[in-house]
Nanobody, 122 residues
């Protein structure tokens, strides 16, 4: 059974930094895109950043220049370094991964972590 487990959230003052981690475990053949999404109270879930297995990255405009996504393919782990945090970054952050479970012939399946709270105080 595949699991995505996030860690690293918490409470930080505006201008501070946090690093989120998300490790995928279980039977996994390959992981293509990994990413981070967030959902603030009363708002829809939105994309924060993604990274492919080759290291190509993409960011939401609101976090460009402040957040950095990276991954360790050998450990099936993705990271999100968040600098210069703002109160509007407060949200539950979710890890996402597109995987093939047994072989390259399998369909791609989308997995989500349980979410980790990030709270930025002003």
């Amino acid at each position: 059974q595949v699991q995505l487990v996030e860690s690293g959230g918490g409470l930080v003052q505006a201008g501070g930094s946090l690093r989120l981690s998300c490790a995928a475990s279980g039977t996994i053949f390959s992981i293509n895109v990994m990413g981070w999404y967030r959902q603030a109270p009363g708002k829809q879930r939105e994309l924060v950043a993604t990274i492919t297995s080759r290291g190509n990255t993409a960011y939401a405009d609101s976090v460009k220049g402040r957040f950095t996504i990276s991954r360790d393919n050998a450990r099936n782990t993705v990271y999100l370094r968040m600098n210069s945090l703002k109160p509007e970054d407060t949200a539950v952050y979710y890890c996402n991964a597109d995987m093939k479970i047994y072989s390259d012939y399998d369909p791609v399946v989308d997995y989500w972590g349980q979410g980790v709270q990030v709270t930025v105080s002003s």
